[in-house]
């Protein structure tokens, strides 16, 4: 028998058996790859890309997934829901339920606002000296402001907004409801809690976070609810109860009248869209 072993050949014919044995090797481990991908291979339902599609595409993590993508696979796995999305528009959901095949009345809108009037409005109890932004502020005592929910006003928030949709004045954060995409990611960041969704349909909110009794808030905030009770009192509707000393809006009750607006004291309640883009609408 011929032994391939002690054969003699020449540098060319060395090259073209490696080469032929390298060919040979990739070929076998090409379609063992192909008989694995086939065997394990996961079937992707078409209506995923047809709702990748109508979903805005912010990739923003403001529904809790990793991307657009990852929502998109959830929502026809019927793991997640169309209001999820903070910024697809309601035509874009609609058209999503429609292809998932499941109802959709639009009731998730929503706008946020910034639940604080205080800010340089509300007094320092002490000096602060360290790392700017108000995560670190917060860390030392709960931050310099004597009203433990006071706007900060170091701007963690402004700092994580990709759309430059919030600014710092007079010490509290306000939203340009124009640049807005209801990400959410300021609510997350605010140490404070006092970024909060309303309904999109809201005309009025209430301006303050603090749930401190009268004579403490007017010892620390010249803008804080002293949780009167005269906006409750005065609301024909009855939309406004006191909650821990602060008002709580029911805006399926909410008129929009604006009389408890007039009648608060502190001005503590005002309308959504009063004198500043402080608020975010569709």
């Known amino acids: 028998m011929y032994n391939l072993l002690n054969a003699e050949f020449t540098p060319v014919e060395h090259v ?17 790859i192909m008989v694995v991908s086939k065997k394990f291979a996961v079937e992707v339902d078409e209506r995923e890309e047809t709702v990748l599609g109508c979903l805005a595409g912010a990739n923003c993590g403001g529904c809790g997934k990793a991307g657009c993508a990852a929502l998109a696979r959830s929502l026809v796995e019927g793991k997640g829901n169309i209001d999820d999305c903070p910024v697809t528009d309601k035509e874009n959901k609609m058209k999503i339920a429609e292809v998932l095949g499941v109802e959709y009345s639009g009731g998730g809108e929503f706008i946020y606002v910034v639940c604080c009037g205080g800010g340089a409005n509300a007094k320092d109890r002490n000096d602060y000296i360290g790392e700017a932004g108000c995560i670190r502020q917060s860390m030392v005592g709960s931050g310099r402001k004597l009203c433990s929910t006071a706007c900060l006003g170091e701007g963690s928030c402004v700092a994580v907004c990709d759309n430059g949709a919030i600014e710092v004045s007079e010490g509290v954060a306000y939203i340009n409801k124009d640049k807005c995409i209801k990400c ?42 002293i949780g ?21 809006i029911d805006y399926d009750k909410c008129v929009g009248c604006g009389y408890c ?14 004198d500043r883009d402080d608020a975010v609408l569709d």
Do not use: W
């Open 16 to 32: 073209l058996i490696v080469v032929g044995i390298m060919l040979v090797v990739a070929l076998v481990f090409g379609f063992l």
């Open 261 to 274: 607006v007039e009648k608060c004291p502190r001005k503590v309640i005002h309308f959504v869209n009063e």
């Open 228 to 248: 009167c009770g005269i906006c409750a009192k005065n609301c024909e509707q009855k939309a406004i109860t006191i909650v821990d000393n602060l008002p709580v």
């Open 184 to 225: 959410g990611k300021c609510a997350k960041t605010c140490p404070k809690l006092i970024i909060s969704k309303i309904p999109a349909s809201a005309v009025v909110y209430v301006k303050c976070s603090t749930k401190c009794r009268g004579k403490e808030v007017m010892d620390a905030c010249t803008k804080g609810c």
